[in-house]
């Protein structure tokens, strides 16, 4: 009975994880603004202090023609540092967590729900 219970909790605890990672894009568009004064996210956008962030989900870090990056970001872009969700979540909660040394003047987005509404904006651009 015991160990049915604890199966039953345990997968009751992996079905809510996506739910609480689930964010929302519109809401995710009003926290991008922060970024704004440095990112544009348009296709085809400039880069401006930040490179262009369109589609930047999935794809390789330090990787947008015509920016130049950190040495830092190019020495993991080199190592295969790619923009996972994971990745993302790192970064944007503290951008020196991820790359130490980095030029990315931002202290970061504390706010798990920001989060996760960030990046399912960006998911959707």
């Known amino acids: 009975m015991r160990l049915t219970v604890m199966i039953i909790a ?3 605890l992996f079905a809510a994880a996506p739910a609480a990672a689930s964010g929302d894009p519109a809401a995710g ?3 991008f603004n922060q970024c704004r004064a440095c990112h544009t996210i348009n296709e085809g956008g400039r ?3 930040g ?6 989900v999935g794809q390789p870090a330090g990787a947008r023609e015509g920016f130049r990056y950190s040495a830092k970001m190019r020495e993991l872009a080199e190592g295969g540092l790619t923009w996972t969700e994971e990745n993302l979540r790192t970064y944007l909660r503290n951008p020196r967590d991820l790359v130490p040394g980095g030029t990315m003047a931002f202290a970061g987005i504390r706010n798990d729900q920001q989060l996760n509404d960030l990046i399912a904006f960006l998911k959707q651009n």
């Open 29 to 31: 568009q009003r926290v």
């Open 51 to 56: 490179p262009n962030i369109h589609g930047i």
């Open 47 to 49: 880069n401006g202090v």
């Open 10 to 12: 345990t997968a009751g």
